[in-house]
């Protein structure tokens, strides 16, 4: 199936059991533990990622953070 | 009332439709603080300062450090060690003697952030730790002052602005600081020289579009910058009605120190 990350366009084997915390795994996200992600449009509670599923055609965003400034 | 002299200064400004003489007088008018006087604090000192907005305070404890110099382009090298306050006083008011610079040689904590922020129209965090990123968040929500949010790290950056319980804020993106440790700190990783030059740039550009009253801020988008694949990408952002300060039911009713989010590396990095 096919899903947009980052803006990428993005095929992954399909598996209706995805979740969002196991696509943090297989895509080895980096900041993987603290990593926001915006699922459609829709900033998603932490809590919320291991019930979450995936599905084709979702637009994920991967937001990090960034500490840096001087 | 602008001088003859200031109306030559800012010709380039006030032959703009949305500037006009009007728009320099509300610059002159308008009061920023930049909290922090390094990589981003560099170019929106020197930016406002150019651009003669009337009152800039510009906050941080630090002295210039040689490794500096490399990316905060308002310190030279016969600043190192002196107050970073102070050599970005000197070169702000070198632009432009016009100016109300005023100093705080101080990290903003939960005890000084809300007299400090109340005094000024736009904050700008131009900071690198996330306790001082998520104690300025809170702060300007609660006194609801718009600000910008910028964050650098090697060849990547991120920009959003905040105008408080309008859009989403820095808590609804990242509800908590990460761990200590979690994220590496630029002088950790490193930072290309030119980086905080871009952002801190979009950063100026926000304040003194707040101040004109022009144009559309970056708020509800998430603005990020890959220097290497030389790439801007907007995320639209939402409020959320569970985001801890700017949410429905707030758990964060005034400023507070984010202890676990200080660590020593970020103390020596400063």
């Known amino acids: 199936m096919t899903i947009t990350i980052n803006g990428k366009e993005t095929t992954i084997p399909d598996n209706p059991g995805r979740t969002i915390e196991s696509l943090l795994e297989e895509l080895d996200v980096s900041q993987r533990l603290y990593v926001t992600v915006e699922l459609n449009g829709e900033i998603l509670d932490r809590a919320a990622h291991e019930t979450t599923p995936v599905a084709g055609g979702d637009v994920i965003e991967f937001l990090y953070f960034m500490g840096g400034g001087r | ?270």
């Open chain 2, 1 to 270: 009332m602008l001088t003859e002299e200031q109306i030559e200064r800012y010709s380039r400004h006030i032959i703009l439709k949305e500037v006009g003489g009007k728009g320099q007088q509300k610059l002159f008018d308008g009061k920023v603080l930049i909290i922090g006087a390094g990589g981003l604090g560099a170019p929106i000192a020197l930016y406002l300062a150019a651009a003669g907005v009337g009152t800039i305070g510009i906050a941080d404890a630090d002295d210039v450090d040689l490794s500096n110099l490399q990316r905060q382009v308002i310190h030279f090298t016969p600043d190192v060690g002196k107050p970073k306050v102070e050599s970005a006083r000197e070169k702000m008011l070198a632009i432009n003697p016009d100016l109300n610079v005023v100093t705080y040689k101080e990290w903003v904590t939960a005890a000084n952030i809300m007299e400090m922020v109340g005094g000024y129209d736009f904050i700008i965090d131009g900071t690198d730790n996330f306790a001082a990123k998520f104690l300025i968040n809170d702060a300007c929500v609660l006194a609801g002052k718009p600000y910008s949010h910028g964050g650098i790290l090697q060849f990547d950056g991120q920009t959003v602005t905040v105008d408080p319980g309008k859009s989403a804020c820095y808590r609804c993106l990242f509800p908590e600081p990460p761990p200590k440790d979690a994220i590496p700190t630029c002088s950790q990783a490193g930072v290309i020289g030119v980086l905080p030059g871009v952002l801190g740039t979009i950063q100026a550009t926000e304040a003194i579009k707040f101040l004109l009253g022009k144009g559309d801020l970056l708020t509800d988008r998430l603005l990020t910058y890959n220097a290497l694949r030389m790439k801007f990408r907007e995320v639209p952002l939402r409020r959320k009605t569970t985001c801890p300060v700017c949410g429905d039911t707030p758990t964060i009713t005034g400023a507070k120190d984010e202890l676990d989010a200080l660590t020593v590396c970020d103390l020596e990095a400063h």
